[in-house]
């Protein structure tokens, strides 16, 4: 019952915004009529988007504004982010030299950013080599086969191992994965408890944590608590780490 006055619900809406649609579009074709400019017009019908606020996907806007501040703090010579979001590393690069490498190959070119293909289950870098490094959601997905790699059960661990092995001592790793109730969802991503990151991780130490919880009404939550994380469903973790120095 609930599913059928959903499904009833989203068909008014479209037929709303067909409506308005149509009503802005003789307005404005009437207004240049009058205008005397001459543009032809081509439609393009976009009914979805009309609201009183903005939307936004959360955890894609809070994760990177979490990792550019960190990053103004820390303030290092250079960056290397694997597989982030690529908008992170293209804005960063204005301010920070950076290199980013994925899975696939990426036809960009911008000054300040070089770019490359890297295999987070054996990434290319010499051990203890990398001061400043980012991977944010992104170990979810590995071994799932969805990007075109190859299904591997324990792809995640092995890619937390190679981002734990390259990090130098005394360097920040910024990682954010889904956390909540650990769960796969194939061949999307998994979901992680705040103890099995910690757990994955045992040479480094957590500077900082911050929440994105499921609660559309909050924002970016620092410092939340494990037991808090333990209750969302889908929130997103942002995990500051640093390497222990090694004696």
Known sequence: MKKYVIKIYMRIKRLIGYYRYWKSYFVFKKQLA???????IRRLPIVHEFSTTHGFDRHYVYHPAWAARILAKTRPKKH???????HFSTIISAYI?????DFRKVLLS?????????DLTTLAFPNNSISSLSCMHT???IGLGRYGDSVNVHGDT???RELERVLTPGGNLLFVVPVGKPAVIFNAHRIYSFEDIIGNFPSLELVEFALVPDNVKEGLI?????????QQSYGCGCFWFKKKNIL
């Open 139 to 141: 170990v979810e997905h």
């Open 34 to 40: 009058a205008s005397g400019r001459h543009l032809s």
């Open 110 to 118: 911008l000054d300040n950013l070089q770019t490359g293909r890297a």
């Open 158 to 160: 092995q890619a937390m």
């Open 97 to 101: 030299p950076t290199e980013f490498y």
């Open 80 to 86: 290397i982010d694997i597989a982030s979001t690529l």
């Open 222 to 230: 620092i410092g939340a608590s494990p037991e808090f994380v333990s």
